[in-house]
């Protein structure tokens, strides 16, 4: 958990009461905190807010500042004409995310491989370690159907879109990141970017950019033309089940076939690492069958 400060974001204000260990229930507003910028006007107090949104980092429970920073780049929301019905007009489907212009996909490439440098380079200061003999020097990058070539000519970093043969140079003027950590910022080409490494995923890092949460795939060369040969992971519709996180003893089942049941209610609970934990339904339903009994 770090807030956003005024060192970071001028003119920002973090109202917030809670410390390490506290808990955030769901049973009484559960509130982290109110986040405030001041400008001269909307369009500066606006921008701060963006900044604030993208150097708030809360991880381990769900949160909204992804919604949140979706909504100050709502064209409704930055000029003021907004009501109390916002949400329900702009977002009669519900939040699905935040979607990326093409130049903020490219910028996503481009952290993503900076990072990935990065974690290269500290990994070779390592005593012990099995090292590479040296930094890679090109790497390829795929953003869900965008792929692009990150490479290094007479000591700038150049990315080339692999779909239109787009290439485009880009000067590092500052970098701020420390592999491990979850924030990064930087200055490139005279813009200050934001990104946040939420984690590692099979082939690459999950990271946070202006409000879009995106699995990145970082390869070499040489791995992107093996990937292609790799089957997709079959993808298998668990929506109609209801299953254990974790293996363990089945405590107890509280539903029998036929009932009708409702999202959060009780169906069974388990036993495991020394603790029960208590398996509720994700929506309402019928129980067509129930496979094994308490034990």
């Known amino acids: ?57 809360v991880q381990g429970l769900g949160n909204n500042l992804t919604f949140l920073r979706d909504c100050t780049r709502n064209d ?3 000029t003021g004409n907004i009501t109390t019905n916002f949400i329900a007009e702009e977002y009669p489907d ?15 490439a481009f952290i993503a491989g900076l990072v990935h440098i990065q ?9 012990g370690q099995e090292k590479e003999t040296e930094p890679p020097h090109a790497l390829i990058i795929r953003i869900d159907e965008d792929v692009f070539q990150l490479s290094e000519m007479d000591g700038k970093l150049s990315l080339t879109s692999l779909q239109g043969d787009v290439v485009e140079s880009i000067n590092v003027d500052e970098l701020l990141y420390v592999p491990g950590e979850t924030l990064l910022r930087g200055k490139f080409d005279g813009e200050t970017q934001v990104a946040q490494i939420v984690g590692r995923n099979s082939c690459g890092y999950k990271i946070q950019y202006c409000g ?10 040489e791995e992107f033309e093996l990937s292609k040969y790799m089957l997709p992971k079959p993808e298998i519709d668990w929506a109609k089940w209801l299953r254990s996180p974790m293996p363990g003893r089945l405590v107890s089942v509280a539903v029998k076939e036929g009932d009708n049941i409702f999202a959060g209610q009780e169906v069974a609970v388990v036993e495991a690492m020394k603790m029960q934990n208590v398996l509720r339904a994700e929506r309402n339903g019928v129980v067509k069958k129930v496979y094994h009994e308490a034990g």
């Not at 060192?7 to 769901?26: A, L």
């Not at 519900?94 to 996503?108: I, P, R, W």
């Not at 879009?212 to 060369?221: G, N």
């Open 1 to 57: 958990y770090v807030e956003p400060t005024t060192d970071i974001v001028p003119e920002v204000r973090v109202d917030t009461g809670i410390r390490q260990g506290d808990e955030i229930s769901i049973y009484y507003d559960p509130m982290v905190s109110k986040l405030v910028t001041h400008g001269k006007d909307r369009m500066e107090a606006l921008e701060r807010l963006e900044s604030a949104l993208d150097n708030y980092v």
């Open 76 to 78: 409704r929301f930055r």
């Open 94 to 108: 519900g939040f699905k995310g935040v979607s990326l212009t093409s130049k903020e996909q490219t910028n996503l």
């Open 119 to 127: 974690r290269t380079l500290t990994s070779l200061t390592i005593d």
């Open 212 to 221: 879009a949460v995106k699995d990145v795939d970082v390869f070499s060369p």
